[in-house]
Nanobody, 123 residues
């Protein structure tokens, strides 16, 4: 069992930065690949970024490549999402998710989810 708690969301102007954190409980955190998804009002949940258990592989949606960076610290049971050059279209609730299999872009393949944190980017 893994419990996930996101933090770090907020209101930021376009061009600004935010760093999201996702703290995980459970001694098996390092066994899980982790990902960030987001969901804007009226839209489906979409994959943002993912990282393998060892941090050896990282994946990004085209819309965030070059602006967002995913990382993890297995000693702290935490995964991060550094978001730079934010745009109004990045406004959404951001969720972290865990999966024992490898990183995928389909939200239905993930085993555990956090409650989400709101990110709002003003123009």
């Amino acid at each position: 069992q893994v419990q996930l708690v996101e933090s770090g969301g907020g209101l930021v102007q376009a061009g600004g930065s935010l760093r999201l954190s996702c703290a995980a409980s459970g001694r098996t955190f390092s066994s899980y690949a982790m990902a960030w998804f987001r969901q804007a009002p009226g839209k489906e949940r979409e994959f943002v970024a993912g990282i393998s258990w060892s941090s050896g592989s990282k994946y990004y949606a085209d819309s965030v490549k070059g602006r967002f960076t995913i990382s993890r610290d297995n000693a702290k049971n935490t995964v991060y999402l550094q978001m730079n050059s934010l745009k109004p279209e990045d406004t959404a609730v951001y969720y972290c998710a865990a999966v024992l299999d490898g990183v995928g872009t389909n939200s239905r393949s993930y085993d555990y989810w956090g409650q989400g944190t709101q990110v709002t980017v003003s123009s």
